[in-house]
């Protein structure tokens, strides 16, 4: 297990101009990347659909990867997505998901079944064809670059320590500093297309 | 059931929209009476398919596919739609989607006699609780409203409805 935030400065490395979708990584990832418009830090648009969101725009733009850091809660919220990225096989997208077994922005309630999903075994059993697992960080940012040279869509769950939150929400620290509107037009203004 | 009325709406004129309406991908969830239009969206070239296996992961598709410039539509029966609230809250009021439902209405009934079935009952207010305008189709002779539809969303940057009130009539072929 290990600290989000190592993982991302790993991955930095390695992003080229992909576009990323930082999900529960997004505090983070704000902080760290240098091409804030290809990115699309959300929050909590809807309880789940970062991946169906995610998927949906490397439909849109298949010249680019698409990178998703999507969370074990967000995706059982919609697991079925699975199946539908699974039969569309987007080559360009990348499926991170931070599995730190927990609702951590409410205080740390274990997502169901917790310990014991293997979220790999369940996207290869979607139909992904290229599935990876790591509760190492040396060793997933071994392999990060042979990850991110197979097509996709490729599946790659970790284990991560909860960054859990126990504020109110109206006291916690705002880390999105753009509306999903601004988000969003930033990258189209960015990509060329046309509003 | 057929009633023998001879207005009926064709998977024809629904796709003829989706192509003047430059849409380019239609996100899904088969309802029972759209099978024949299925077969025509397959073979049109100019649309990809994206089947999802719950209605409320086709407002997230939709919102990213319109963040990459595409022009999604949703296809779902009212059953599904209203499975979808909060998604729709989230994924399509929240980043502006301009896209239209059009929506397989199970259970209506053309002259408004109660049928069985509870979910076209349910499925104006729920629309009307989302302040999203709708459109009811039932015939070819509605066709324009699909229009009025699109055209609604993209000026509005909101979802707009149609409601396809064919159920008993033979829009399965």
Request: proline share 6%; with cysteine.
């Amino acid at each position: 297990m290990f600290h989000t935030e190592d993982f991302l400065k790993a991955f930095k490395l390695h992003r080229g101009d992909a576009i990323v979708v930082p999900g529960r990584g997004g505090k983070h990832w704000v902080k760290m990347s240098d091409q804030p418009d290809l990115d699309l830090p959300l929050g909590d648009p809807a309880m789940g659909g970062h991946a169906a969101f995610a998927f949906g725009l490397a439909l849109a733009q298949p010249q680019r990867r698409v990178v998703l850091f999507d969370s074990e809660g967000d995706l059982q919220m919609g697991l079925g997505i699975l199946l539908t990225i699974a039969e569309q096989k987007p080559a360009n997208f990348y499926h991170f998901v931070l599995d730190n077994e927990c609702y951590a922005t409410t205080g740390g309630q274990p997502v169901p079944n917790a310990r014991n999903v293997d979220y790999a075994l369940l996207a290869k059993g979607a139909g992904y064809p290229r599935t990876f697992a790591f509760t190492e960080l040396n060793a997933l940012t071994a392999a990060l670059p042979d990850i991110l040279g197979q097509p996709g869509p490729v599946f790659v769950t970790m284990k991560v320590h909860a960054d859990v939150e126990n504020k109110p929400i109206n006291e916690r620290v705002r880390w999105r500093t753009k509306s999903w509107i601004q988000v969003v037009s930033d990258l189209q203004r960015k990509l060329g297309i046309a509003a | 059931m057929n009633d023998g009325s001879p207005a009926h709406l064709s998977p024809q004129t629904v796709l003829g929209q989706l192509k003047q309406h430059g849409v380019t991908h239609v996100v899904w969830l088969p309802d029972s009476e759209t099978n024949w239009l299925y077969l025509l969206m397959q073979a049109e070239p100019s649309l990809t398919l994206v089947s999802v296996p719950r209605e409320g992961l086709a407002c997230s598709v939709a919102a990213g596919l319109a963040a990459g410039g595409k022009v999604p539509v949703i296809l779902v029966q009212n059953t599904g739609l209203m499975e979808s609230g909060d998604s729709i809250r989230g994924w399509l009021f929240g980043f502006e989607v301009p896209v239209v439902f059009i929506v397989g209405m199970r259970g209506w009934n053309r002259h408004g006699a109660p049928t069985a079935d509870t979910a076209s009952v349910y499925t104006e207010p729920f629309l009307n609780a989302f302040r999203i305008n709708y459109y009811l189709v039932e015939s070819d002779a509605d066709a324009q409203r699909i229009t009025v539809a699109f055209n609604e969303a993209k000026k509005t940057k909101r979802p707009v409805a149609v409601l396809v009130g064919d159920e008993y009539h033979g829009f399965n072929r």
